[in-house]
């Protein structure tokens, strides 16, 4: 732990003991209504006692959930942010709110008067907006004296909130304390002192963290559909309450609606990019019916990212540089990648966050071969450098980084077309990656092309002198198609062609005309709420560059055999989180 991070923790737990001798209240503005979205698989689950938290699964069946074993920090931090309290809520049953009632309050005995690791901003407006959305269930058949401690435990909290929310970290974290302090200021008999001060808070926040075009600096875009959730909850909080929502809060609205339809798939989930996941279902469209921003995204870059959509057909390109400085710290190298979804099945995606599976798995996830673009073997696009520690953990931002990401559209009577390129390999190797990008109008057929090039006489220069080292067998690089597990991949035509099985009965066909071996090879898919990595396959097509320019073309496309409409009822798998 660093200084400054233990003079954090140090002034957190001086304000968490003394925020409880401020005034406290004894019941609600008006009863809450539920904003959280949960669970029941996972409301299941931790009622039989599996505890799934941060990639790790405890199983204590029977055992109160503060006194689990927890295996890291991120463990128990989840625990102590009562996201779990929207699971058991979900599944609303005898056991589930005995369980929900039970801990809560255990917790107020517990930790409620400052104590504990819970007692950080983010956590803190986290734990508050569960507390306030699930309240009816928490205080039903409590006698007075427990009513009287939820109270004076959220006012301590509120308290907290108004003193310390400015120590989280900038994005998220303190968005997550600014909402908290809001709601829970709005909803609170005797809190009304707090509404102004918050209020403009979070507008100033806003104007600083929301970028014009409606994207946030670490460009994932899961991340994006949290903060626009909490600013949701927000602004119905203050609507409810007869309270003026502030300009910059409803101009971010504005401005974050059309960036996050531009970023979801033609199956409603969101594309999975710099750390982000395929978002909890059904919460962006919550997000959007309670915003009420009608506002369609244009032909633009949203948040960074080129939408390609015909016919039941959707692609997302991540086209511009990645998050720079501490913005990178989830960041991946992932520029040109893109993912490709057919009707509600995705076909072609990056293998996401392994954050959640460890250190390994998460170094992995970052980098470019865990993305569906070309790569030189060995390098990726951008590095990871380190960058001090950070709870304990290494603070890897990302170096070396391409800064120069070109992007051009054009259309016609028969495609759409993306050509861009960036230079995360002139450095290393004077070259240039371009991929072009060409989607029909009917939705039917992807063309595709990779070249590397060397653009510049330096460009050249270092080219040749990379060529020499190799002993003129050029530079190895690979272009990488990651599947979706659903997909079922088979080589045929000689090992020419890949044919694709979706689950909804599409085929796909995949194609290269170029000199480029073809392969099918073992790959993973990284998501939340599972034990460990599912395992898939990847299309790669190797090849060397040995001169100033080496392109490869490829295709992806529905035989015509394949009708363009097909009646979609395969049910999906049920996963417990993302």
Known sequence: MTWRERQTDLLNRLHARSSGLSRTSSDFVATPEPRTIGRVARGRQIVAGNFLFAGHLVEAPGLDIWDIPAPDVTFTAELHGFGWLDDLAALGDFAAFERARGWTFEWIERFGRGSGPGWTPDLTGRRVLRWISNSVALLNGQDEAQTAAFFASLCRQITFLARRWAAAAPGLPRFEALVGLLCAAVSINGMERRIAPAARALGRECHLRIGAEGGIPSRNPEELLEVFTLLTWASETLRERGHEISPDHRKALARIAPTLRALRHADGALARFHGGGRGQAGRLDAALAVAGVRKMPDASLAMGFARMSHGRTSILIDAAPPPATEASGRAHASTLGFEVTSGRRPMIVNCGSGASFGEKWRRAGRATPSHSTLGIEGFSSARLGVVGMIGGRKNELLVDAPRDVRVQRRSDE??????????????????????????????????????????????????????????????????????????????????????????????????????????????????????????????????????????????LAKPQDTPSGIRDIAMDEVVSDD
């Open 414 to 555: 028969d495609f759409d077309t993306l050509i861009a390129g960036h230079d995360g390999y002139a450095k290393t190797h004077g070259l240039t990656h371009v991929r072009t990008l060409k989607l029909s109008v009917d939705g039917r057929t992807i063309k595709g092309d990779d070249t590397l090039a060397a653009l510049s006489d330096a460009g050249e220069a270092q080219f040749n002198h990379v060529f020499d080292h190799s002993r003129l067998q050029g530079v190895p690089f690979s272009i990488r198609f990651h599947l979706h597990p659903d997909v079922e991949a088979e080589l045929n035509m000689g090992g020419k062609a890949v044919s694709l099985a979706l689950r909804s009965g599409e085929i796909w066909v995949f194609r290269t005309s170029g000199r480029a071996a073809i392969s099918l090879e073992p790959s993973v898919y990284l998501e939340k709420g599972r034990l460990a990595p599912r395992g898939t396959r990847q299309i790669v097509l190797k090849d060397r560059a040995v001169d100033f320019a080496t392109r490869i073309d490829w295709t």
